[in-house]
């Protein structure tokens, strides 16, 4: 039996899955669902997430073998990072809950023939389906945009095999992050959508660090991640006032 086979394939029943659970706010995913059909273009509105997948993936391989590794991308919008990381060997699971960010995730997965199985389910009832199923579970910029992002912490550490890791990335709450994520690239840049952050979801990394313990998580280590427009691309950093990324191990004891 390979490492494979306890994930459904593309094209099972769980592709289409419909949304359980009630920890998201409509708003934001009418919010994202309407820039859908830009996703994938890199000039377009998520061009700052096109420039930090690498750094993103970067992160999260330096940590796990991402070959014959199931893994499970939440929040995985159109699909950014769930193909990148299929492309590094992994077999991925990617969940979101707006059916339009799916749809586009789906038919650039026609395109690029990456396999990845995109479900439109929430993670708090996958977690319910399939325990301890994942070597590693990512979760980026997504915590901010949740009404209750310890829950989804939780449900993240209940799908991960003893001794997978979490990964996560969100923006701190600071006068830093303020002034760059939202004043700087939504009202000066424009790299931005107006309305894409709001400054008091922001997440500071104690906050991250209590829910992770709470949730029996160990965390490994928090990183700056830097986004610089003028070259339009992205580094991992030491400093974490403004985007930061995170990496938490469940014990191999965990039950």
Request: charged share 20%.
């Amino acid at each position: 039996m390979s490492a494979h086979s306890t994930a459904p394939q593309s094209g099972d029943t769980g592709d289409t899955a419909s949304a359980g659970g009630e920890n998201f706010s409509q708003a934001e995913l009418d919010k994202f669902g309407a820039l859908a059909n830009r996703w994938w273009d890199p000039q377009g509105p998520q061009k700052p997430l096109h420039a930090m997948n690498p750094a993103r993936l970067g992160y999260v391989a330096q940590r796990v073998e991402l070959r014959e590794a199931q893994v499970l991308d939440v929040g995985c919008g159109g699909g950014l990072l769930s193909e990148a990381l299929a492309a590094s060997g992994a077999q991925v699971i990617a969940i979101d809950l707006a059916p339009e960010l799916i749809k586009v995730a789906k038919l650039h997965r026609l395109e690029t023939g990456v396999a990845v199985d995109y479900r439109l389910q929430s993670v708090e009832t996958l977690a319910e389906q399939m325990p301890a199923q994942f070597d590693a579970v990512t979760c980026m910029e997504m915590l901010e945009h949740v009404p209750d992002p310890a829950a989804i912490v939780r449900a993240c550490a209940k799908l991960l095999k003893p001794g997978g890791r979490l990964f996560l990335s969100t923006l701190n709450r600071t006068p830093a992050a303020f002034a760059l994520a939202i004043v700087g690239a939504e009202y000066v840049a424009r790299v931005l959508p107006k309305g894409t952050h709001q400054y008091r979801d922001f997440i500071k990394p104690s906050e991250l660090a209590g829910w992770l313990r709470e949730a029996d998580l160990q965390l490994e280590d928090v990183s700056g991640l830097m986004y610089e427009p003028w070259r339009n691309a992205a580094r991992v950093i030491s400093r974490t006032d403004i985007n930061y990324l995170a990496c938490a191990r469940k014990p191999e004891d965990a039950a």
